[in-house]
């Protein structure tokens, strides 16, 4: 079972910035790898940016209108918990479960 995440219309932007090689980051690259189309499919008009750098903490971003912002650290997360952090930066976010 995997997860579908459609995010409110508040969020203007997603940005993802981490580490190519780091351990700290694995479980954010997973997450990339395994659910980056399916979010962009429900959210196709969402900016979603995936930054790496080298030795930088993971951490993920959402932009609200105004200049708002909330970031969740993803250091050692496995790719589950990414999609929690996700989930918990819009309380508002609509989540639907479909068979994978």
Known sequence: MSRLVRLS???RELRIILCQNS???AGVREFIT???VDIKKTNPTLPILIRECSNVKPTMFARFSYGREKSRDLTDLPSSDVLKA???LDETHLSTSYAS
């Open 9 to 11: 219309p508040a969020v």
């Open 23 to 25: 351990p700290a980051s």
């Open 34 to 36: 395994t659910h980056y």
């Open 86 to 88: 996700l989930e918990d």
